[in-house]
C-alpha cells in the first residue's frame, strides 16, 4: 500500500510541476515580447562639469584666523573688544524672539516720536528708538514709514562682542 500511495504522490508532483513549466513559460514569452516591443534609448549622458576652486581674496582684511585673533589672553579670558552688552539690564518682550521671526507690520507717530509696530505669531507690539529686539541684543536706533534698523551685539570666533547694523523692513500684504 505504501508503494501505491508513493507511486500516486509521483503522478500528482510531476503533473503539478509540469503546469507550473507552462506557466513560466508563458510569463518567459510576454517577457521577451515586451522587450523586442520597447524601443531601445541611446541618449549618452553629459560627462560632469569640470569644478574650479574659488579663491578668498582677503587683501585690507583681518584674517580671521590669525594668532593674534584667536590668541587668549593669560588666564583663560577672551580678549575683550570693550564692547559688550548690558547683561543686567531687564530684557525686553521683543528679545525673546529671533530677528527673522519678527515683522514690521506698521508705523506710528505722534508728531514727536515714531513708533514700529512689530509683530511676531499673532501679536503686535509697539516699540521705538531705545527698545530692543531679537537674540542678539539687538538696540533700535532708528524707526522710518517702512523700516527699522537695530545696532546688534554678536560674538566673533574670538570672543570679541562685534556690533552689526541690521534692519527689519515693512512687509505689506503678508500674513
Same mark, same amino acid.
Given at each position: &500500500?505504501?508503494?501505491?500511495?508513493?507511486?500516486?504522490?509521483?503522478? @500528482?508532483?510531476? @503533473?503539478?510541476?509540469?503546469?507550473?513549466?507552462?506557466? *513560466?513559460?508563458?510569463?518567459?514569452?510576454?517577457?521577451?515580447?515586451?522587450?523586442?516591443? &520597447?524601443?531601445?534609448?541611446?541618449?549618452?549622458?553629459?560627462?560632469?562639469?569640470?569644478?574650479?576652486?574659488?579663491?578668498?581674496?582677503?587683501? %585690507?582684511?583681518?584674517?580671521?584666523?590669525?594668532?593674534?585673533?584667536?590668541?587668549?589672553?593669560?588666564?583663560?579670558?577672551?580678549?575683550?573688544?570693550?564692547?559688550?552688552?548690558?547683561?543686567?539690564?531687564?530684557?525686553? @518682550?521683543?528679545? %525673546?524672539?529671533?530677528?527673522?521671526?519678527?515683522?514690521?507690520?506698521? *508705523? &506710528?507717530?505722534?508728531?514727536?516720536?515714531?513708533?514700529?509696530?512689530?509683530?511676531?505669531?499673532?501679536?503686535?507690539?509697539? @516699540?521705538?528708538?531705545?527698545?530692543?529686539?531679537? #537674540?542678539?541684543?539687538?538696540?533700535?536706533?532708528?524707526?522710518?514709514?517702512?523700516?527699522?534698523?537695530?545696532?546688534?551685539?554678536? #560674538?566673533?570666533?574670538?570672543?570679541?562682542?562685534?556690533?552689526?547694523?541690521?534692519?527689519?523692513?515693512?512687509?505689506?500684504?503678508?500674513?
Amino acid at each position: &500500500m505504501n508503494t501505491r500511495l508513493l507511486a500516486g504522490m509521483l503522478v @500528482a508532483s510531476s @503533473a503539478l510541476l509540469s503546469a507550473c513549466g507552462d506557466e *513560466h513559460q508563458e510569463l518567459r514569452g510576454w517577457m521577451d515580447e515586451q522587450r523586442r516591443a &520597447m524601443p531601445t534609448i541611446k541618449e549618452t549622458i553629459p560627462p560632469p562639469k569640470r569644478h574650479e576652486p574659488f579663491r578668498y581674496q582677503n587683501a %585690507g582684511q583681518s584674517d580671521p584666523f590669525s594668532p593674534a585673533k584667536l590668541a587668549m589672553k593669560a588666564g583663560g579670558e577672551a580678549p575683550s573688544s570693550g564692547i559688550k552688552p548690558d547683561l543686567s539690564r531687564r530684557r525686553e @518682550a521683543l528679545e %525673546g524672539f529671533p530677528l527673522d521671526s519678527i515683522r514690521m507690520v506698521g *508705523h &506710528m507717530t505722534n508728531g514727536k516720536n515714531d513708533f514700529a509696530l512689530l509683530q511676531v505669531d499673532s501679536m503686535v507690539y509697539q @516699540a521705538r528708538v531705545g527698545n530692543y529686539a531679537g #537674540q542678539n541684543f539687538g538696540k533700535i536706533t532708528r524707526v522710518t514709514d517702512n523700516e527699522v534698523v537695530l545696532k546688534e551685539l554678536v #560674538q566673533d570666533a574670538a570672543g570679541d562682542w562685534v556690533p552689526r547694523d541690521t534692519s527689519l523692513r515693512l512687509q505689506e500684504g503678508k500674513k
